[in-house]
């Protein structure tokens, strides 16, 4: 989600409001903090303009 985010050049703010979520909220998903429901996954994605499924795979960095 992070390397995404980062690659349209959004902040946390950007895509929180893209998605219709918290932006302390998605802060904390990327830092492993807390984890993310199916629903928010997929609110996520919508938001970045992408699938689900390929935030749930693993990246190589």
Same mark, same amino acid.
């Given at each position: 989600?992070?390397? #995404?985010? !980062?690659?349209?050049?959004?902040?946390q703010?950007?895509?929180? !409001?893209?998605? =219709?979520?918290?932006?302390?909220? #998605?802060? !904390?998903?990327?830092?492993?903090?807390?984890? /993310?429901? /199916?629903d928010?996954?997929?609110? @996520?994605?919508?938001? #970045? =303009? @992408?699938? !689900?499924?390929?935030l #749930?795979?693993?990246?190589?960095?």
């Open positions: 989600m992070r390397l #995404l985010r !980062a690659e349209k050049g959004w902040s703010e950007r895509l929180a !409001a893209e998605a =219709g979520l918290n932006r302390t909220y #998605l802060s !904390a998903v990327e830092r492993s903090e807390q984890n /993310i429901s /199916i928010n996954l997929h609110r @996520v994605a919508e938001g #970045l =303009g @992408v699938q !689900a499924f390929s #749930l795979k693993k990246s190589d960095t």
